[in-house]
């Protein structure tokens, strides 16, 4: 037994954590800049060929959905010829600023009323009022001065009835004296050979002046009557001079003259054209609106020359309005101008046209820019084909037609009449066929 003792074992450590880290994954290789260029060229490439590819018309029997197809129909084909200008209407009455006859009459004038443009109008509406305050005022001054050349007239007859008066005594003075020289000259006999003279130098004496007082109360008469006619002249002068007046108020009052639309005239206001409004100045004779019958409306436009020779009267026209996309009216040509108008130069000539509007639409007033169709050429119930999916080849018309297949089929046709947009087709289809467009 040994005497050293067993040593004591030393305390254990305490235990760490087990940290795993993960394995690193090896570094990528970076990609080429060459290698990428060419990837996205293959694929522009690519696409471009297979674009390309559906794009082609097919004459193999191959159809892909790119490509546009329309049926054959059955209806008219119409040959049109285009008309363009602008709208008016045939029965129309121009407004016009009363032409004043008063002597004062100013030559400008005010609008205080106007009728709402755009609104129906009846015969006898009034649809404009001027400013005649000035005028009611200088009638008033006219009248009175009408009654004072009245009562001029009047004072003058009574100072003349006493003037003649006066002179009719004077003249039955003179008579006595007449008659008394006459008598006293009768008994001269008895007196002496002096004395007879002298009654007679005093009869003769007193004949002459009742001739003279005679022929004086004739010029007076005459002057008098000449008095009252420059006096009576003055009154009738004063009176038209009134009676213009007033006519010329009646006309500061405007009615319509015929049922209808009020258009409104356009003037340079403020540096820019405006159509005219209450408050607005307009001169004597100026017109400044129209009331226009709708019922009436008309295309007036222009065709050129060369085609005037197929324009008749009576010619269907499909009419469409600028302002109005979806507006389609019928019409009719009403008239074809003998003489042509110059268009765009001296060299350019044109025909004018009338076309009369069939149908009534309220948006339609004067001055609107429009157009005009006029079919010169139809044919009822016929096959038809768009003008885009017709081919022509060596002076034959060829069509691509769409067979059960799914292919396409170029086929030989007869055309007949053709339109900008579609053409007849007289032999080689039928209805309901689907044509391929170009």
Known sequence: MSAVPNPIPPAPEPLKPLIVTPSAEPPEKPKSPLGIVALVAGLAIGGYLLYQWMAKPSTDGTVFAAVKTAPITFGPVERRIRISGQTSAREFANITAPILQGPESRNTLVLTFLSNPGVPVKKGTVIAKIDGQWLVDHIDDVKDQVRQAENDVTKRRAEQAVETEQLQQTLRVAKANWDKAKLEFGAADVRSEVEKELLKLNMEEAEARFKQQSADVAQKRAAHAAEIKILELTVERQRRHLGRHENDILKYTITAPIDGLPVMQTIFRGGEMAQIGEGDTVFPGQP????????????????NQ??????????????????????????????????????????????????????????????????????VQKTEDVLRAPVAALTEDDGKSFLFVKTPQQTFEKREVTTGLRSHTEVAITSGLKAGDQVRLN
């Open 306 to 375: 060369a085609e005037s020779s197929e324009i008749r009267l009576g010619q269907d026209v499909y009419v469409g309005i600028d302002s109005f996309p979806d507006l389609k009216m019928r019409g009719k040509v009403a008239g074809v101008n003998a003489l042509a108008t110059a268009r765009g130069g001296n060299f350019i000539r044109a025909i004018p046209v009338r076309v009369q509007l069939l149908d009534i639409d309220k948006r339609v007033i004067p001055d609107l820019s429009a157009y005009g169709d006029v079919v």
């Open 288 to 303: 400044f609106m129209k009331v226009v019958n709708q019922k009436t409306m008309q295309l007036e436009g222009q065709i």
